[in-house]
């Protein structure tokens, strides 16, 4: 995880609407005017409009430094593939930027994998681990469940205690694949093998449907590896 990444930073329920937006703004087919009137719409106060802006400015409008051209590519691949989800590119920048809202996607897939489902109160149990048992540290965790709520991965039952996995999303787009495959490495910070991309929890709610080895073997920001006669792993060509 990059040090100059915000140590929680997502802390406010982000429709994905409002993120597809702010997307459009980044990839040219939109402006801020477009964004704005949609959180006007929804009648935010000057605070909460301040910090919801704040995330989408993060996300996609003023990415950090290191995450410019990774978010200009991602912009890319939305305006030249209409076909590929607006989601699996929202979750990508999201888990890049924002090692909270990884954090927090990591455990629901981790959680949720044997039987679909998870309680949140221990997904909040996990996160108070690592991040403190405080206030803020809740109602942020749940600002990121809601928001992944809303991006369709998580279905939030029994009044939010419950939390069940939503069919995934099917990305079919070698350029798209390749891009969140790099998100999860740059949430990670470090090298995965290639049989476990596809169940890596911290994008739990895609299904990879290309050749990984192949993918990662056509992408200039990916290094595939071999350790051993049958092990091969990928990292960041850039860390390497």
């Known amino acids: ?64 430094t290191e995450l410019v051209e990774f978010a200009n590519r991602g912009a890319e691949i939305f305006k030249t593939n209409p076909d590929v989800a607006v989601s699996a590119l929202n979750w990508g920048m999201s888990i890049s930027t924002y090692p909270f809202f990884g954090k927090v996607a990591e455990l629901v897939g981790r959680l949720s994998a044997l039987q679909g489902d998870c309680t949140s109160a221990e997904v909040h149990r996990r996160m108070s681990e690592i991040y403190g048992e405080r206030e803020g540290t809740y109602r942020m965790t749940n600002m990121v469940l809601q928001s992944q709520a809303s991006w369709g991965a998580i279905e939030r039952v029994d009044k939010g205690k419950r939390l069940i996995r939503r069919a995934p999303t099917a990305l079919d787009n070698e350029l798209a694949v390749a891009w969140l495959v790099e998100a999860a490495l740059r949430y990670t910070g470090k090298s995965v093998s290639v049989p476990s991309l596809q169940s890596m929890a911290v994008i739990y709610p895609f299904v990879l449907n290309q050749p990984l080895a192949y993918v990662v073997s056509n992408s200039p920001k990916l290094e595939l590896r071999s350790e051993g006669s049958s092990n091969q792993f990928v990292a960041l060509r850039e860390t390497i």
């Open 1 to 64: 995880m990059n040090s100059t990444a915000p140590q929680i930073g997502f802390d406010r329920f982000i429709q994905l609407e409002w993120a597809v937006a702010a997307l459009k703004v980044r990839a040219g087919t939109a402006s801020l005017d477009d964004l704005n009137e949609l959180l006007d719409a929804v009648g935010l106060g000057v605070a909460a409009r301040k910090k919801t802006r704040t995330v989408l400015n993060r996300l996609w409008l003023e990415p950090r």
